[in-house]
């Protein structure tokens, strides 16, 4: 794969790149921002294949460059690599874009496994037309999208919205939900399932959905689509 790598520190930047390079990557390494910015923008002829983002840069937060790639339309699979690893820190960065979350210090093992994993995302066929009543969702800008208007989503905010327009006749419980959009991450509660959906449900009003997510009572959630 040809890999970004946006890392200041010298000698950990050289050892990551030592260890992609091993495996057969073609490794371009920035110290900052503004060089991640002219070489992300520079290559969208040929774009990279992945991003790894150190969080910490000298002139800009890890998370506002990737808000600022995303905007200009660069959606390449991102790895955000940090020594911040609390859940608020990992839930910022997903939903700032990121598809993955690496805390410092790492296993280069571990790496190079998330690094392999994005790499087979990336190449994967495109998934089928995510839609329901007047409502589509965008894969590749993560917006939702009724008729001409559009409204942006969070990284975690398109999962379940996806999940529940996969599951659209179904009720579906926050464990499941829980499951299917946070996975095994550790530390995280049922209720940040009622936190998205009222994300969600936000959102869907902006644009003048009809359709929208209903409350099961005592069960969880289900799509609801009016005519």
């Known amino acids: 794969m040809r890999i970004l790598l ?12 030592r260890v992609l390079v091993a495996e057969r990557h073609v490794v371009d390494r920035a110290g900052d921002a503004v060089g991640a910015l002219s070489l992300a923008t520079a290559a969208e002829s040929v774009p990279y294949d992945l991003l790894v983002l150190d969080r910490m840069l000298p002139d800009l937060d890890g998370l506002d460059l990737l808000r600022m790639l995303r905007t200009r339309g660069i959606r390449t699979p991102a790895l955000m690599l940090t020594a911040l690893g609390g859940v608020e820190d990992r839930v910022a960065g997903l939903d700032a874009g990121a598809d993955d979350y690496l805390a410092k210090p790492f296993a280069f093992a571990e790496l190079l496994a998330r690094v392999r994993a994005l790499g ?14 007047d409502l589509e969702l965008d894969e590749e800008r993560h917006v939702a999208r009724v008729g001409e208007g559009s409204v942006d989503l969070s990284a975690r905010e398109f999962a379940l919205l996806a999940y529940l327009i996969r599951n ?4 579906v419980t926050r464990q499941q939900a829980l499951d299917a959009v946070w ?8 209720n940040v399932v009622d936190l998205y959906v009222s994300y969600i449900r936000k959102k869907l009003a902006e644009l003048g959905s009809t359709t929208g997510v209903r409350t099961v009572r005592g069960v969880g959630y289900a799509l609801r689509t009016d005519a």
Do not use: Q
């Open 120 to 133: 087979r995302r990336a190449t994967a066929p495109p998934a089928p037309r995510l839609a329901a009543g």
């Open 168 to 171: 659209e006749g179904r009720v």
């Open 183 to 190: 996975g095994a991450e550790p530390d995280v509660y049922s």
């Open 6 to 17: 946006v890392e200041d520190e010298p000698k950990m930047a050289e050892l990551i790149r």
